[in-house]
Structure formats: structure tokens, C-alpha cells
């Protein structure tokens, strides 16, 4: 652990080897940063931050055992002056809202250029701004955006996964017209007329994933 305030410590945290040495090795070319330690999960960040106490941390979103989301409210919570800049190769609108919503006060993609990534850490533990421009206009336009009920969000998932609306009234233990009045509502919300018109929004919006 650095205690040269010139230096800003930084915890990385990402479920792939390769991509926390990759980010070790271009954090290294800058003589005011430094990683001080790496983790695989959540729950791994979480022990790691007690004990380093980072000025910032690095967190990818999906990760197995803990994901960040929740990594990072515990965080936050045990310490409310926490920094942290999500790392993330997801560009949905609702992945940055959930994440500052969660307590995050950066917010980076992985296929970001080092510059990018060194300038909103300097700018994160200076204090600033650290949301680029690009993810600042994506939640202006998501907080103009209609947004759908925790049923719509549902029968949503369901959709995703190929379920006609029988199956999903059954599943959901809802009647089919019940069923077929909540994704009325998810076309008029997406100002979408079909389903796969729908799903090709939820996944602009990062609202759903398709797993692989």
C-alpha cells in the first residue's frame, strides 16, 4: 500500500486475469498511479478495499460469486467517501444508471483508449466529474424515456428467452390478457410494434442480456 499522496492507489476489480494485468501494465507507465492489489469478485473487492482503503477502484459489472452493482453499495456503504469508476465493456444506458444509482462516480468501457481511462482517474480522485460525455447524454435521453414497471421489466426477460404469452402467464401465475396488456406496454414505452424490434431495444438500453 502506497502512502505517498502524491501516488493514487487503485484497486482493481475484474473476473478476468488478463484484463486486471492488462490494466496493471498500462498503470504502470504513469508514475502518479499505482495498483495495489487486484480481485476477482465482489466479495474479493470488498475485503480487499477494508484492508488497502484505495483512493480509487476499478470494478467490472458481471462477475461470478458477487457481482459489482452489489460489490459496490456494500462498499459505499461502509464507506460513503468511496471512489469508484466502473469498468465495463456494456454501453446500455441502464447499466451507467444502475451503477451511479449504486454509488459509482465514474464510469469507463473497456474498449476505451488508456488516456480516457488515466484522465477519469486523475479527474475521480481530484474530485470531478468522472461520466464522459457520451454516457452523460445517454442518461439525459433514459430520464426523458418512459420507464418500465417492475411486471413490464418481467414479462421482458421472459421475452428475451423466446416465451410466447401463454408460458409467460403461466409462469408469472398471471392471466394471458394480464400477460399480453404488459407488453402492449413495453411496445408503447420502446415505440416499437414488435418483438423483435423490442428486444433489440432492451438490448441498446442494456435493460437485458443474452447469455452466451
Not at 486486471?20 to 469478485?41: M, P
Not at 486523475?122 to 454516457?135: F, H, L
Request: charged share 30%.
Amino acid at each position: 500500500m502506497t502512502t505517498d499522496p502524491a501516488v493514487i492507489s487503485v484497486l482493481c476489480v475484474d473476473d478476468h486475469r488478463l484484463i486486471r494485468e492488462g490494466i496493471t501494465h498500462i498503470l504502470e507507465r504513469y508514475d502518479d498511479v499505482r495498483v495495489v492489489g487486484q480481485a476477482a469478485n465482489g466479495r474479493e473487492a470488498i475485503e480487499l478495499y477494508e484492508r488497502l482503503r484505495p483512493r480509487i477502484t476499478l470494478m467490472d459489472l458481471q462477475m461470478p460469486v458477487m457481482n459489482g452493482l452489489d460489490a459496490i453499495r456494500a462498499i459505499r456503504a461502509a464507506d460513503p467517501q468511496a471512489r469508484i469508476i466502473v469498468l465495463t465493456m456494456y454501453q446500455g444506458d441502464e447499466d451507467a444508471f444502475r451503477a451511479l444509482q449504486a454509488g459509482a462516480v465514474g464510469y469507463v468501457l473497456k474498449d476505451s483508449v488508456p488516456e480516457e481511462l488515466i484522465r477519469v482517474i486523475r479527474d475521480v480522485d481530484a474530485g470531478r466529474n468522472g461520466i464522459p460525455p457520451d454516457v452523460s447524454a445517454k442518461l439525459a435521453a433514459r430520464s426523458m424515456s418512459p420507464t418500465l414497471t417492475a411486471r413490464e421489466l418481467q414479462v421482458l426477460e421472459l421475452l428475451v428467452t423466446g416465451m410466447r404469452n401463454k408460458e409467460m402467464a403461466s409462469h408469472l401465475g398471471i392471466s394471458e390478457d394480464t400477460v399480453r396488456a404488459h407488453v402492449k406496454g413495453v411496445f408503447a414505452k420502446f415505440r416499437v410494434h414488435d418483438r423483435t424490434a423490442a428486444l433489440a431495444e432492451a438490448l441498446r438500453r442494456g435493460l437485458v442480456r443474452i447469455e452466451r
